[in-house]
């Protein structure tokens, strides 16, 4: 069922409504992140996003990933959760969102060379030299991220 989200928010309008979504760390060999340059904010993010109904937390991070990239992924073991996090979007939009982490290996695709409706670019980043990130729940994984793959240095 394609546009769930949109379709929830046409019965219930703005009202707080509890959504989950799904982003993946690809690392490259250097133990950079790949991570993509919002088109709606200009800020940076994991690439991922909201389950549509019907799929399963893999399939949705595969999906994402790959329309937030251009990159296809193997999704590999999931790294965590997060569940305390809220957000209000500036068209009064209010939300929980249950996010998951996964590990993801790329097995296709390439990073996008060109703007897209949700992403204005892609780009690797050391993980102890990250650009301002969009949400706090990203902030929270990334920090996970740094923990997991850089076990020595302080965050």
């Given at each position: 069922?394609?546009n769930?989200?949109?379709?929830i928010r046409?019965?219930?309008?703005h009202?707080?409504?509890?959504?989950?979504?799904c982003?993946?760390a690809?690392?490259?060999?250097?133990?950079?992140?790949?991570?993509q340059?919002?088109?709606?904010?200009g800020?940076?993010?994991?690439?991922?996003?909201?389950?549509e109904?019907?799929?399963?937390?893999?399939?949705?991070?595969?999906?994402e990933?790959?329309e937030?990239?251009?990159i296809?992924?193997?999704?590999?073991r999931h790294?965590?959760y997060f569940d305390?996090d809220?957000s209000?979007y500036?068209n009064?939009d209010?939300?929980q969102?249950?996010?998951?982490?996964?590990?993801v290996?790329?097995?296709?695709g390439?990073p996008?060379?060109?703007?897209?409706?949700?992403?204005?670019?892609t780009?690797?980043?050391?993980?102890?030299s990250?650009p301002?990130?969009?949400f706090s729940q990203?902030e929270k994984?990334l920090n996970?991220i740094?923990?997991?793959y850089?076990p020595?240095?302080?965050?």
């Amino acid at each position: 069922m394609a546009n769930y989200i949109k379709e929830i928010r046409n019965l219930v309008g703005h009202r707080p409504i509890i959504l989950v979504a799904c982003g993946g760390a690809l690392l490259n060999e250097h133990k950079q992140i790949l991570l993509q340059e919002r088109a709606d904010t200009g800020n940076w993010s994991i690439p991922g996003g909201f389950m549509e109904y019907g799929e399963s937390l893999k399939q949705t991070c595969a999906r994402e990933f790959a329309e937030d990239s251009g990159i296809k992924v193997e999704v590999g073991r999931h790294l965590g959760y997060f569940d305390q996090d809220f957000s209000t979007y500036p068209n009064g939009d209010v939300t929980q969102v249950i996010g998951h982490l996964f590990e993801v290996h790329q097995i296709g695709g390439q990073p996008l060379d060109h703007v897209t409706d949700e992403t204005l670019s892609t780009q690797w980043f050391d993980l102890d030299s990250l650009p301002t990130i969009q949400f706090s729940q990203n902030e929270k994984m990334l920090n996970l991220i740094k923990q997991i793959y850089l076990p020595n240095k302080t965050n």
